[in-house]
């Protein structure tokens, strides 16, 4: 039970971090847009770059390497957090992952219902709305301090997981170019070689990485958006070690008496001792897990690097409303779908399930802990941008609509925070009130 805890706070803490620097990149992009810098911004984001192998060449725009490339590592990571959660953590039994997983469809069908009823002629920025940014949600709950209920952050993490998973659904699925199939063989085959590695065994991950990266390049041909092949690679790193925990104990305790019994006077190591140390390093390596140890090496560089770089090169906008009236259904879409869609899905659907006794509310949470978490599931930051650009061409439009992410997650930050303040001073009013007695 302690590893997955200790894992868990060490996920949070990074998410955390990263939803305050996430934030200061967003305001840098967005002050940079509106400066006498603004074209040369736009300029850089948009320079042409391409790699060519053997004839077969790729070419994008720098934001498309970022939208394609390195948010293929993110979803490389969501993917992990995923298998993860889904095989030993809050998902891994249909007791504790009932709740969280009727919230998470609950706070994906409102808001995407909500915004097909307002533009019914032009439905395809549906998912927009449906994502929840954990960076920020995690970020504002860290702020707090301890006055947060743990438990109200492992149920919004085990909850984003699963938006997560659905975000992924409808990227693969909806938002699409026109269809290479002539590629998906060769993908196929790949894909099939990275599973025969986990069926045989393989526990280094470098291998994965290879064949991954491949894969990254024939799903980008296929048409299918590329991180969706971060997805499917994490679904195949395997998640148990080389050796056990028992073999890697015995492993040390050799290692260590041989170490300790060539001890002399000579102040450097002998090679008896070397080879003792040589192997305390392989054991050390044979017995982390291949999911989590890759989950762990690209968090910070996920957290600390590719969301920030993201927020630089997409949150740039123009503030200028004019946009906002020309596209105002489409925005009203989305302010609606993540300010009212998001909690009214969320709170709706676990209310009225756990009424009909179909799931069981967890007991360390409260239902006000669950409405302010309904709203903090209105932060759609990260992957509403990214969707954004993936339903529209119509540059306007996109500036429009990130306007329109922007109030909302920020009025859904602001409600969220007050009622947490509010559910806390609840449960300290009920405390005060016991020890009285």
């Avoid at 007791?95 to 009727?102: D, I, K, T």
């Avoid at 200028?320 to 779908?337: E, K």
């Avoid at 909690?343 to 006000?368: C, E, Q, R």
């Amino acid at each position: 039970m302690l590893r997955p805890l200790v894992t868990f706070q060490r996920f949070v803490s990074k998410e955390a971090f990263s939803g305050v620097l996430l934030f200061s990149a967003t305001i840098i992009a967005i002050i940079v847009a509106n400066s006498p810098w603004a074209q040369a911004y736009y300029d850089f984001w948009h320079l042409p770059l391409g790699i060519s192998l053997n004839g077969f060449t790729i070419s994008m725009a720098l934001t498309y390497w970022i939208d394609d490339g390195l948010m293929s590592l993110f979803f490389l990571m969501v993917g992990l957090e995923i298998k993860r959660e889904l095989l030993i953590g809050e998902l891994s039994t249909l007791q504790s992952a009932a709740f969280p997983v009727v919230a998470a469809i609950g706070g994906m069908v409102v808001p995407a219902l909500i915004f097909i009823g307002l533009n019914p002629e032009n439905p395809i920025g549906f998912g927009i709305p449906m994502a929840t940014d954990i960076a920020f949600a995690l970020g504002i709950l860290m702020l707090l301090g301890d006055k947060v209920n743990p438990s109200l952050k492992l149920f919004l993490v085990a909850l984003a997981v699963v938006d997560d998973l659905g975000a992924v659904f409808v990227v693969a699925t909806v938002y699409t170019t026109e269809i290479q199939s002539q590629y998906f063989i060769i993908a196929g085959c790949i894909y099939a070689a990275i599973w025969l590695l986990n069926l045989k065994g393989v526990k280094a991950l470098w291998p994965y990485i290879i064949l991954g990266i491949a894969l990254w390049v024939y799903i980008h041909a296929i048409g299918i958006h590329a991180t969706i092949a971060g997805i499917l690679l994490a679904f195949a790193i395997p998640i148990s070690s080389k050796i056990d925990e028992e073999h890697f104990i015995n492993i040390q305790k050799l290692s260590m008496g041989k170490f300790k019994k060539y001890i002399d006077e000579i102040p450097v190591l002998n090679h008896h001792q070397i080879d003792a140390l040589e192997t305390i390093c392989h054991s050390y390596d044979d017995v982390q897990n291949p999911l989590v140890k890759l989950q762990h090496n690209l968090h910070g560089f996920s957290a600390f690097f590719i969301m920030p770089l993201f927020a630089l090169s997409n949150a740039g906008v123009l503030i200028d409303f004019s946009v906002v009236s020309q596209h105002f259904m489409v925005v009203l879409g989305v302010v609606l779908g993540l300010l009212i869609g998001k909690p009214v899905g969320i709170i709706g659907f676990t209310y009225i399930a756990s009424k009909l006794n179909l799931i069981h509310k967890p007991d360390n949470l409260t239902w006000s802990e669950i409405v302010a978490v309904g709203f903090l599931g209105g932060i759609g930051f990260t992957m509403s941008i990214f969707i954004t650009h993936l339903a529209f061409v119509d540059e306007s439009l996109i500036d429009a609509v990130k306007l329109g992410v922007f109030f909302a997650s920020f009025v859904a930050a602001v409600i969220g925070v007050f009622l947490i303040n509010v559910a806390t001073k609840k449960d300290m009013s009920y405390l005060t009130a016991d020890e009285h007695r």
